[in-house]
């Protein structure tokens, strides 16, 4: 069986296309789509038994995609993925006949069971499956965390939000904030400010960077406020830490 996957962020594509082992579910050709025009070409040339795809793409959008196969006739089944926050939007290609319906960030476990649903209602599907048992769920939350801390560390010095990172990651604000300290046992704000303060313990000790320009870097305005962080994570003013890690520095240097 084919599978063609249409997406116009590359790494989305990467993603899903490793994301299960789409051939325990019987598709043994998968093609891939950078964008809208590729995937209605593909589309028509190989006439796959499932299409994936990103609602909203520059040109031809996965709605496009959805109305082609609905004039074609094909037998295909379509998967519409989309951000939190084009729900509305994709409601619209239900009347297309959509199968089924996923928020990013798509996690393993959420592609198994849209898939275990598609096969109950194809059933010349499931003659070629063999599926092992088991899922990632737990692996999968704990792959999604990590990507989160390492967007934190990457992006310290932006001014970092519940907004701006479920942005980034896919993820309803709310959502974001109730799975990270279901995983962690921390709060995202408690853990950005953790990122926060270790890298400014590193600016101190190992730059000459006046203490206001560390407080910039490290993504704070207030310097009332970034010294009572500091203090509370170090015990000590950042002038005091930088004193005790650098005797030789200028007694003046960070002021």
């Given at each position: 069986m084919?599978?063609?996957?249409?997406d116009d962020?590359?790494?989305?594509?990467?993603?899903?296309k490793?994301?299960?082992d789409?051939?325990?579910?019987?598709?043994d050709?998968?093609?891939?789509?950078?964008g809208?025009?590729l995937?209605r070409?593909?589309?028509?040339e190989?006439?796959?038994?499932?299409?994936?795809?990103?609602?909203k793409?520059?040109?031809?959008?996965?709605?496009?995609?959805?109305?082609?196969?609905?004039?074609?006739?094909?037998?295909?089944s379509?998967?519409?993925?989309?951000?939190?926050?084009?729900?509305?939007?994709?409601?619209?290609a239900?009347?297309?006949g959509?199968?089924?319906?996923l928020?990013?960030?798509i996690?393993?476990a959420?592609?198994?069971?849209?898939?275990?649903?598609?096969?109950?209602?194809?059933?010349?599907?499931?003659?070629?499956?063999?599926?092992e048992?088991?899922?990632?769920?737990?692996?999968d939350?704990?792959?999604?965390?990590?990507y989160?801390?390492?967007?934190?560390?990457?992006?310290?010095?932006k001014?970092?939000?519940l907004?701006?990172i479920?942005?980034?990651?896919?993820?309803?604000?709310?959502?974001?904030s109730?799975?990270?300290?279901?995983?962690t046992?921390?709060?995202?704000?408690g853990?950005?400010?953790?990122?926060?303060?270790?890298?400014?313990?590193?600016?101190?000790?190992?730059t000459?960077?006046r203490?206001?320009e560390i407080?910039?870097?490290t993504?704070y305005?207030?310097?009332?406020?970034?010294?009572?962080?500091f203090?509370?994570?170090?015990?000590a003013t950042?002038?005091?830490?930088?004193?005790?890690?650098?005797?030789?520095?200028?007694e003046?240097g960070?002021?």
């Amino acid at each position: 069986m084919k599978l063609l996957i249409a997406d116009d962020e590359i790494y989305m594509l990467d993603y899903l296309k490793k994301l299960v082992d789409w051939e325990a579910y019987g598709f043994d050709q998968i093609f891939t789509a950078g964008g809208g025009s590729l995937a209605r070409d593909l589309l028509v040339e190989k006439q796959p038994e499932l299409l994936i795809t990103d609602i909203k793409m520059p040109r031809i959008s996965g709605l496009d995609l959805c109305a082609l196969v609905e004039e074609k006739g094909y037998s295909t089944s379509i998967i519409i993925v989309s951000g939190y926050g084009e729900f509305e939007y994709a409601k619209r290609a239900m009347r297309y006949g959509v199968s089924e319906y996923l928020v990013k960030p798509i996690l393993k476990a959420d592609m198994e069971e849209v898939m275990d649903r598609l096969l109950k209602s194809r059933p010349e599907w499931r003659e070629r499956v063999k599926k092992e048992e088991g899922n990632g769920t737990g692996r999968d939350r704990k792959e999604l965390i990590a990507y989160i801390q390492k967007y934190i560390s990457d992006n310290f010095d932006k001014p970092l939000s519940l907004d701006m990172i479920g942005e980034a990651v896919h993820l309803h604000p709310a959502y974001l904030s109730g799975l990270f300290k279901e995983e962690t046992g921390g709060n995202l704000s408690g853990y950005i400010a953790d990122v926060r303060m270790q890298k400014a313990a590193e600016l101190l000790e190992q730059t000459e960077l006046r203490v206001n320009e560390i407080m910039c870097l490290t993504g704070y305005r207030k310097s009332q406020h970034f010294t009572k962080l500091f203090r509370e994570k170090f015990g000590a003013t950042p002038m005091e830490y930088r004193r005790k890690k650098q005797i030789g520095f200028p007694e003046g240097g960070g002021k």
